[in-house]
């Protein structure tokens, strides 16, 4: 019996392994063609095609993607829309996921009279469209003075990302015993020190996936990059659509490869460095 319990378990595993690893090589494929193109000149991609491998590997494309390579008009490679995009990714990650923890405290654990309400209205911004927000957007942002700045940016993205914090600390922040609440308010805490004492300390897990959410999705963000933005106040997705779209010279295939990696590089890192923490704090409750 236990050999035949140990035959179907390998049996199962010789069966599951290879169909992921090939799952994970279909995906892989367009990273890995990007990759190679990065390093071929304009020469070796025009003389066959997008897809093979560099007959020698030319690191100068990376330095002319980063700072050499004209995008509208600029000459200044994808340099200063990275600076943009990292301007407004970090304050409004650090900024959303904030309000997100206190708004989740508040509609969890400091109970108040049409809560319930106030949390739908807030997560029904998870269900809207980016594309009925751009009307009210523009007229927000031209009657406060924030057209085209990295503010204004910064100032969507974080309105935008509290439907998700707010989402995900509220979600956490139910499992914490009323007893701990309860407790601080008999010893004297008022709301701002029992969140900084008491649920702070035990929000760790779940703030570090609301941080790697919004930065990814700030980051990656394109529709309000593109409307709200132009020259060097940009984000870095909306200078590749530029980069993508200019005919005033050849395509250099090879450039715009660096570019797209370069550009990509903040987010793997996250996912790298983060991904774990992520699922980790998607399963875990505040208190076991």
């Known amino acids: 019996m236990r050999d035949a319990a140990t035959l179907s378990r390998a049996g199962r595993y010789g ?4 169909v992921l690893l090939a799952f994970a090589a279909f995906f892989l494929i367009p990273m890995v ?17 997008v897809l093979g491998l560099p007959r020698t590997f030319l690191w100068r494309n990376w330095s002319d993607a980063w700072s050499g390579y004209c995008i509208a008009g600029a000459c ?27 708004n989740g405290y508040a509609l969890s654990l400091w109970r108040f009279r049409g ?46 990302g509290l439907s998700f914090t707010t ?3 509220r979600n956490y922040y139910v499992s914490i015993p009323q007893d701990l609440i309860r407790a601080a308010r008999i010893d004297g805490a008022g709301f701002y020190r029992t969140f900084r004492r008491i649920v702070l300390p035990l929000s760790p897990p779940i703030l570090i996936v609301t941080v790697i959410w919004q930065f990814t999705n700030i980051w990656n963000e394109f529709l309000f990059g593109v409307t709200f933005s132009e020259g060097a106040n940009r984000p870095v997705t909306a200078a590749l659509m530029a980069l993508n779209a200019n005919i005033a010279q050849a395509r250099e295939y090879g450039v715009e ?23 980790r704090g998607l399963t875990t409750g505040a208190v076991r």
């Open 115 to 160: 809560d319930a309400l106030v949390f739908a209205v807030i997560t029904f911004g998870v269900f809207l469209p980016a594309q009925m927000k751009l009307v009210p957007w523009a007229i927000t942002l031209r009657e406060i003075g924030l057209s085209n700045s990295l503010g204004g940016l910064i100032l969507i993205h974080t309105v935008g």
């Open 15 to 18: 069966f599951v392994y290879p």
């Open 257 to 279: 490869s660096a570019a797209v990696l370069l550009a990509a590089l903040p987010t793997l890192l996250v996912y790298i460095f983060g991904g774990k923490y992520f699922l």
């Open 76 to 102: 200044s490679g994808i340099r200063p829309y990275m600076w943009s995009s990292i301007a407004i990714a970090i304050p409004a990650t650090v900024i959303s996921t904030l309000i997100g923890a206190i």
């Open 167 to 169: 989402l995900f600390c």
């Open 33 to 49: 063609v990007v990759i190679l193109n990065s390093l071929r000149s304009f020469e070796d991609i025009a003389q066959s095609s």
